[in-house]
């Protein structure tokens, strides 16, 4: 399993020594993409010539004595509805299948200017819509733990990427869970940061109230470097916070000491949580005490309702930002049509799948005349009251932990039929959405097929230093990925 790939420090003093380029790195990289491509499909376009051109000028501006930039040659992945300049953004959807941005998102502009080096667009579930990366219209990625298991979703193929080593780190969204339910599923450490703390503009939209850019990782240290370079205000991008961006590094080492860590009670009591999960959740919990901090029971009363809150919100605001979908100016077209109704209706039915379709219809519904005020309205009221309740608890402690998903990988197809079932693989991280708080899953250990178990850290707004910090400690001290199972699934 090719979990342990270089950190980003590790490499930054191999580059500034001459031990290894920047070419040889993406070479490698690549060679490994090829490699397990056929089997995981995390990736929906390889950018091979792109990125040995990127890792080439960071190769000749060390030859020539340049400052090199933080993430100078570090090879990074980019989830397929984040716009990239001249690289086809399809979103996993036939509806944009052939579409090439001509502008880049904030995010990956950021990331170029620091010196990244783009490996390749990922896979994910269509629009972001989905728990398992399986509605993707281009076909569905496998979980490197065991290909019969899926990565998670809607950001699994950024996830699974990271977890076989096809990159170093990898850009997500998360708009219900979309970046930690498949960092937990694939034993990565996955990070979404506070509403407006990272530009939004250039993500394709599913619900803008919701969505937030975050990256994927190895290790906590090579998540605070990627968070660095992408947080800042954007003028570009209305709801952008104009706040000071910490050096998130500084407080990865600093000690845990009377940290009071609350956990959330109503988390515990899941009819659905998997024992395993239940259990190394709480372990990992005592050793944080171990570590020195204060562990505290939590009640959030309304934690649970954030499902069925998520699910009138997410659709209605999806319905809206898919409007625009309509076979004029971009995206599928049906051409066999007799008039603009029909064209636009075919294009609609033709271009988007039907989980795409699914929501649409719901946000439709709830949205409506007659169902607004009973739906909508009554969804954002319990959304304030969720957020009310996170605001109590943390004025009693730093920091809350939950398990980060229900329960570990599921197979692939598991539930295919079920819908609501595959929503409820998200119950655990979208009440940290629509309370618009900043949250990280990081592995603290295994089930008994050796598939990974995530823990979740969730933290008050702006405070992602803190959470950080708290992850850091639990990381470098439990060393869970030191205790790999081994388990014949694995990708070799």
């Not at 598939?451 to 992602?464: A, D, F, M, R, T």
Request: hydrophobic content about 40%; proline content about 5%.
């Amino acid at each position: 399993m090719a979990l342990n790939v270089m950190s980003i420090a590790e490499w930054q003093k191999r580059l500034k020594l001459g031990e290894l380029s920047a070419r040889e790195l993406t070479d490698q990289q690549l060679s490994r993409v090829f490699e397990v491509e056929p089997t995981l499909h995390a990736y929906l376009e390889v950018t091979a010539d792109r990125a040995r051109a990127d890792a080439d000028r960071i190769d000749a501006a060390r030859a020539a004595g340049e400052s090199l930039p933080p993430l100078a040659g570090v090879p990074i992945a980019i989830k397929d509805n984040l716009c990239t300049k001249g690289i086809n953004t399809t979103c996993s959807s036939r509806m944009l299948e052939h579409f090439v941005p001509p502008y880049e998102s904030t995010v990956t502009k950021r990331l170029w200017e620091a010196g990244a080096v783009l490996i390749g667009k990922t896979n994910l579930d269509e629009f972001a819509m989905g728990s398992s990366t399986e509605t993707s219209a281009f076909g569905a990625t496998s979980n490197p733990w065991d290909p019969s298991k899926v990565p998670g979703g809607s950001s699994g193929g950024s996830a699974a990427a990271v977890a076989a080593g096809e990159c170093m780190a990898a850009l997500g969204s998360d708009t219900g869970g979309s970046i930690r339910q498949p960092a937990s599923f694939c034993g990565v450490v996955g990070f979404k940061p506070t509403y407006g703390r990272v530009s939004r503009w250039g993500l394709v939209a599913f619900a803008s109230s919701l969505d937030q850019v975050g990256p994927f990782s190895t290790s906590v240290a090579d998540s605070a470097e990627l968070l660095k370079v992408i947080s800042g205000f954007d003028p570009l991008d209305s709801t952008s916070l104009k706040v000071d961006v910490p050096n998130y590094s500084s407080s990865l080492s600093k000690s845990i000491v009377g940290l009071r860590i609350g956990l959330i009670k109503e988390c515990f009591d899941q009819e659905g949580l998997q024992p395993e999960v239940k259990a190394s959740v709480l372990a990992a919990a005592e050793h944080l005490e171990s570590l020195g901090a204060e562990l505290v029971e939590i009640s959030c009363p309304r934690f649970n309702d954030g499902i069925a809150t998520y699910y009138v919100i997410a659709p209605s605001e999806a319905s809206a930002n898919l409007a625009r979908y309509d076979g004029v100016k971009y995206g599928y077209r049906y051409e066999d049509s007799e008039n603009l109704a029909s064209m636009t209706s075919m294009s609609r039915a033709k271009g988007f799948g039907s989980e795409v379709q699914r929501r649409i219809l719901i946000g439709t519904y709830a949205l409506s005349a007659g169902y607004v005020d009973a739906y909508y309205k009554k969804a954002q009221q319990v959304r304030t009251l969720i957020r009310k309740d996170f605001d109590r608890a943390f004025k009693n402690v730093d920091v809350l932990l939950t398990p980060t998903s229900p329960t570990t990988a599921f197979s692939a197809g598991a539930h295919a039929d079920d819908p609501l079932s595959m929503y409820l693989a998200d119950l655990l991280t979208i009440p940290a959405n629509l309370a618009g708080l900043p949250a990280i899953s990081l592995p603290c250990g295994f089930d008994e097929n050796g598939l990974p178990i995530g823990l979740q850290l969730i933290g008050n707004v702006l405070e992602e230093p803190k959470l950080l910090q708290v992850a850091s400690q639990y990381e470098l001290s439990a060393n869970v990925m030191s205790n790999i199972p081994d388990t014949e699934n694995f990708i070799p």
